[in-house]
């Protein structure tokens, strides 16, 4: 399998949203793993905080919705 790479969204551009939000709803179950072990290894708190707000259901509606715009713009 091919690792996704995630890419920062430039402030200027919405269409580099397009690519990042993808990018993390592909990723997503991946990275809460990763944030997970990063939380409970490392007692890393901003691992934590990202954690808390990903894993919510208006986080993954957010990704998933802009998911559906951004290719439309």
Not at 26 to 53: M, T
Request: hydrophobic share 40%; proline share 3%; net charge positive.
């Amino acid at each position: 399998m091919t690792p996704i790479q995630l890419s920062q969204a430039s402030s200027t551009r919405w269409l580099s949203y397009k690519k990042a939000v993808y990018n993390l709803l592909q990723a997503h179950s991946s990275i809460l793993e990763s944030l997970k072990v990063e939380e409970n290894d490392q007692k890393c708190s901003k691992a934590h905080g990202f954690l808390r707000v990903s894993a919510e259901w208006r986080f993954v509606y957010l990704i998933n919705m802009l998911n559906q715009v951004l290719p439309r713009l």
